[in-house]
């Protein structure tokens, strides 16, 4: 009898370091399951912020496009007189889009039109386009003719 209650003692502490053994292995387990949970939600976020940051890039370059465009040609009566300016450009200015005409300093733009928003639309060395006001300095008048063409 007490050779069985000793076996039953060994029994009794191999079966408490094993389960202790398969405790300790699953909270490991959890643990690790855990951390990879949460480093899924980290990097979804941050694959979030990110997409979220591209956004709002191209939205701040819309908007600053959209400010930055010539005004919109408004339509015209073909009856209506267009009176046309001779004017140097005294400031250089880079066009932004295909509507626009780049502008170096000395040159001579024909103005064919002026909105109220600060834009003008004129030709120099043979291309059109729109371009600020503040970068030219009126010269002189020209006919309403076909005559500004000859200019440059």
């Given at each position: ?27 490991r ?25 591209d ?14 465009a010539?005004?919109?040609i ?76 000859e200019?440059?």
């Amino acid at each position: 009898m007490q050779e069985l209650k000793a076996n039953m003692a060994v029994l009794g502490k191999e079966a408490t370091a094993a389960l202790a053994a398969v405790e300790s292995q699953q909270h490991r387990l959890t643990f690790q399951r855990l951390v990879a949970m949460v480093e899924g939600e980290k990097n979804y976020h941050l694959r979030i912020a990110a997409v979220l940051s591209d956004i709002e890039a191209e939205m701040v370059t819309e908007k600053q496009h959209k400010e930055s465009a010539p005004p919109a040609i408004p339509t015209e009566n073909s009856s209506e007189k267009t009176s046309y300016f001779l004017a140097e450009v005294v400031h250089p200015f880079s066009a932004a889009s295909e509507k626009e005409l780049d502008l170096y300093k000395g040159d001579y733009v024909v103005v064919r039109k002026v909105s109220e928003s600060g834009w003008a639309e004129g030709e120099c060395k043979g291309k059109a386009g729109w371009f600020p006001m503040a970068y030219i300095e009126k010269r002189q008048r020209l006919p309403t003719s076909n005559f500004a063409a000859e200019v440059y």
